[in-house]
T-cell receptor, first 115, second 112 residues
Framework: DTAVSQTPKYLVTQMGNDKSIKCEQNLGHDTMYWYKQDSKKFLKIMFSYNNKELIINETVPNRFSPKSPDKAHLNLHINSLELGDSAVYFC??????????????FGPGTRLTVT | AQKVTQAQTEISVVEKEDVTLDCVYETRDTTYYLFWYKQPPSGELVFLIRRNSFDEQNEISGRYSWNFQKSTSSFNFTITASQVVDSAVYFCALRRYSTLTFGKGTMLLVSP
């Protein structure tokens, strides 16, 4: 059983388009995240949601809009895609009940290529 | 501000060699958690270990061991008798509240 799943796994699109990446977790966690991994493998947090509420929004362009319909889902919508948006996007989840102790579980990643 | 430094960008070893991956962190917090993740060529991120700032005991899990030294702000990871399947990028990370700050990763290449 997949703990954290993302769709699609690969996404190729043209500049200016709008696209969404979906994330679902079946771990019963209440906190979900989006990370961006650039071409140099550097991982940086973009957003964090706890119980469907945004709690972290790192300096991300407002073309990126996360949406959490429920605790098990956190989708990422990107408007007006730019070449620099090309990266691997990881969704992750964790439980807030044990504070910082609990590790984050990551999805398989979505490789976004903007041409 | 929090910072994690993995000074080794790439390490190449031959199978069965021991290898240590370095991680140095900076934080003003007295309570924090450190993690190691593995990213194999297939791309997923796999959790390896968690360590809190109050527990400086070293940990061993099979061929993996971790050395946490608060005095030097280091959390190093050693693989004993490396295998080809250990080839991956390894990330050290520091967690405060909901934020995971990652190092830039060390790519480990194990050749037969």
């Amino acid at each position: 059983d997949t703990a954290v799943s993302q769709t699609p796994k690969y996404l190729v699109t043209q500049m200016g388009n709008d696209k969404s990446i979906k994330c679902e977790q079946n771990l019963g966690h209440d906190t979900m995240y989006w990370y961006k991994q650039d071409s140099k493998k550097f991982l940086k947090i973009m957003f964090s949601y706890n119980n469907k509420e945004l709690i972290i929004n790192e300096t991300v362009p407002n073309r990126f809009s996360p949406k959490s319909p429920d605790k098990a889902h956190l989708n990422l919508h990107i408007n007006s895609l730019e070449l620099g948006d090309s990266a691997v996007y990881f969704c992750a989840s964790s439980s807030s009940q044990q504070g910082d102790r609990v590790e984050q579980y990551f999805g398989p990643g979505t490789r976004l290529t903007v041409t | 501000a929090q910072k994690v430094t993995q000074a080794q960008t790439e390490i190449s070893v031959v199978e069965k060699e021991d290898v240590t991956l370095d991680c140095v962190y900076e934080t003003r917090d007295t309570t924090y958690y450190l993690f190691w993740y593995k990213q194999p060529p297939s791309g997923e991120l796999v959790f390896l270990i968690r360590r809190n700032s109050f527990d400086e005991q070293n940990e061993i899990s099979g061929r993996y061991s971790w050395n946490f030294q608060k005095s030097t702000s280091s959390f190093n990871f050693t693989i004993t008798a490396s295998q080809v399947v250990d080839s991956a990028v390894y990330f050290c990370a520091l967690r405060r509240y909901s934020t995971l700050t990652f190092g830039k990763g060390t790519m480990l290449l194990v050749s037969p």
